[in-house]
Nanobody
Framework: VQLQASGGGLVQAGGSLRVSCAAS????????MAWFRQTPGKEREFVAA????????NYADFVKGRFTISRDNAKNTVSLQMNSLKPEGTAVYYC????????????????????WGQGTLVTVSS
């Protein structure tokens, strides 16, 4: 199983960036996919997630209205469009995946996810 994240970089506050994650080795259309972020000395925190069908999403309060998660099951990719970025958004962003629930629930705990990508660094300058 491999989750390969890409698209990180340096952006000015107020700017936009899109990070993507390409998955292989899993039945992608059966997996909840999520993005988490982490800064040094802090725990990994939930950013956004999307159900296997792509019909339902969940966002952390601090990104609602600014970030959009999407997926392409034909291409086995999940993306996070980040707009109106703030300096506190500087972090390593990780994609993660786990088998979907019949209930449609979307977990927000890092411990609930099975597979992780290597992370991509997003730096937002003030």
């Amino acid at each position: 199983v491999q989750l390969q994240a890409s698209g990180g970089g340096l952006v000015q506050a107020g700017g936009s960036l899109r990070v993507s994650c390409a998955a292989s080795g899993i039945t992608f259309g059966s997996y909840i996919m999520a993005w988490f972020r982490q800064t040094p000395g802090k725990e990994r925190e939930f950013v956004a997630a999307i159900t296997p069908s792509g019909l339902t999403t969940n966002y952390a309060d601090f990104v609602k209205g600014r970030f959009t998660i999407s997926r392409d099951n034909a291409k086995n990719t999940v993306s996070l469009q980040m707009n109106s970025l703030k300096p506190e958004g500087t972090a390593v962003y990780y994609c993660a995946g786990r088998i979907g629930f019949l209930s449609g629930a979307i977990p927000t705990s890092a411990n609930a996810y099975t597979y992780w990508g290597q992370g991509t660094l997003v730096t937002v300058s003030s």
